[in-house]
């Protein structure tokens, strides 16, 4: 069966540095994915897609990576800020159509000062 | 733009009681789903609709029902709540497009505890 894993241990990192999330994939053939991000009581937030014949997408300090052989997407914040700690998840879609998609568990990132 | 709106944002139940939750989009997406959040579960699909009148199972669809009467409302009802149904309730919406994958458009969820 598909199955999205993201690291489940939170990742602590000092302000400024990069941040990197890994979300891997098994028995999928994504043509798409996207990452989320999720703050305390709130809902997911979308921030970015990349499509399978796109190796990297870029939005400000975001950057996101799809690597099809390896199936794994590499998440990286950088010069990170503590506005930035969240949970972050990635999602691949669901065949049969509308659009559906599955959720990874998501990684907790903090950032420090 | 309010976004996507759900209400309740908390709830108590008993065992055995009914009750339904309501979620109301003003973008006029054609898409609409139903995600439950657990602890180490991750987000899973219940019940989506791709258009008003339709609706479909997701992957957890037991336990709960819905309706789609109008294009902007997307109801999940529980007929006979139990424990395990104690849960953080997520609404989303997306635009339908078959050049490009809309992203989710997610409500602040609704919290239900189940006694």
């Known amino acids: 069966s598909q199955k999205i894993e993201q690291n489940s241990e939170a990742l602590n990192i000092q302000e400024g540095k990069t941040a990197t999330l890994t979300c891997n994939y098994t028995?999928?053939?994504?043509?798409?994915l996207q990452w989320y991000r999720q703050d305390p009581g709130r809902g997911p937030v979308f921030l970015l897609l990349?499509?399978?014949?796109?190796k990297e997408k870029r939005k400000e300090r975001l950057k996101v990576t799809f690597d099809t052989t390896l199936k794994q997407s590499l998440f990286h914040i950088t010069a990170s800020q503590p506005a930035d700690s969240a949970t972050y998840l990635c999602?691949?879609?669901?065949?049969?159509?509308?659009?559906?998609?599955?959720f990874g568990t998501g990684t907790q990132l903090k950032v420090e000062l | 733009n309010a976004g996507v709106t759900q209400t309740p944002k908390f709830r108590v139940l008993k065992t055995g009681q009914s009750m339904t939750l309501l979620c109301a989009q003003d973008?006029?997406?054609?898409?609409m789903y139903w995600y439950r959040q657990d602890p180490g579960m991750g987000l899973r699909l219940i019940h989506y609709?791709?258009?008003?009148?339709?609706?479909a199972k997701g992957e957890v669809p037991d336990g709960y029902n819905v309706s789609r009467l109008k294009k902007q409302n997307f109801l999940l009802g529980l007929e006979s709540a139990a424990p395990s149904q104690t849960s953080v309730y997520f609404c989303?919406?997306?635009?339908?497009?078959?050049?490009?994958?809309?992203?989710?458009?997610f409500g602040e969820g609704s919290r239900l505890t189940v006694l």
């Open positions: 989303a919406s997306s635009y339908r497009d078959s050049r490009w994958p809309g992203e989710l458009f």
């Open positions: 028995n999928y053939s994504p043509a798409y």
């Open positions: 990349i499509r399978e014949n796109e």
């Open positions: 999602a691949l879609p669901v065949t049969g159509g509308g659009n559906k998609l599955t």
């Open positions: 973008m006029n997406h054609e898409y």
């Open positions: 609709s791709v258009g008003e009148g339709t609706t």
